[in-house]
């Protein structure tokens, strides 16, 4: 059984949205909220991220809609103090929020960005201190989550780790179930 789960996925970039406003962010929080649900039913206690920008920070969000109807628990794990020191105001701003209505959150490193280092071993914290993991991309073309990719990959090898994911084709199925409401209202 499941009972932490990690998050994460694309970056805003790798997907071409740029910004808030982008309507396909409603589509995968859907895609989201759908799966962290269908988790939440077979015993899910706690989904952690690190709030990296796009899907992780949109992952907290729904987490954070969800726990109002469900006993759910959400980690932020950012990998160090500072983190979001050059994101944009409006993101700085979301993260802090979801810290904030976060049941725990706590930089994995209590120090600014030194290196690399910090990013190979957030991943490795991530899957250590988790069940399974969900990730929304491409795994033929996964951009920066290749590299929690692979060492998610290898932990399926070496122990009873989970791999999940929310594809394009998930979230194709989302729109066309969007529209298919829309077109009846």
């Known amino acids: 059984m499941i009972k932490v789960l990690a998050i994460t996925g694309n970056k805003p970039n790798e997907l071409t949205i740029t910004g808030e406003k982008d ?4 589509y995968i929080k859907k895609a989201l909220k759908k799966k962290l649900i269908m988790f939440i039913d077979n015993g899910l206690e706690w989904v952690i991220t ?36 050059r994101w944009p105001e409006i993101y700085k701003e979301k993260l802090e929020q979801v810290m904030l209505e976060a049941d725990f959150s706590q930089p ?6 030194k290196g690399p280092y910090q990013f190979i ?22 951009g920066t989550v290749g590299f929690f990719l692979d060492k998610a990959k290898k ?7 989970q791999i999940y994911w929310i594809t394009p084709f998930d979230l194709e199925e989302i729109v066309k179930e969007e529209q298919e409401i829309q077109g009846f209202e």
């Open 108 to 113: 994995l490193y209590n120090q600014p960005y």
């Open 50 to 85: 690190t709030g990296q920008l796009g899907i992780e920070l949109w992952a907290s969000e729904v987490v954070c809609e969800l726990k109002e109807e469900y006993s759910i628990k959400l980690g932020i794990f950012p990998p160090f103090l500072e983190y979001s020191s």
């Open 23 to 26: 309507e396909r962010i409603g």
């Open 121 to 142: 071993n957030k991943d490795n914290w991530l899957i250590q201190k988790s069940d399974a993991c969900l990730i929304l991309g491409d795994e033929d073309y996964p």
């Open 155 to 161: 932990a399926v090898e070496v122990q009873q780790y």
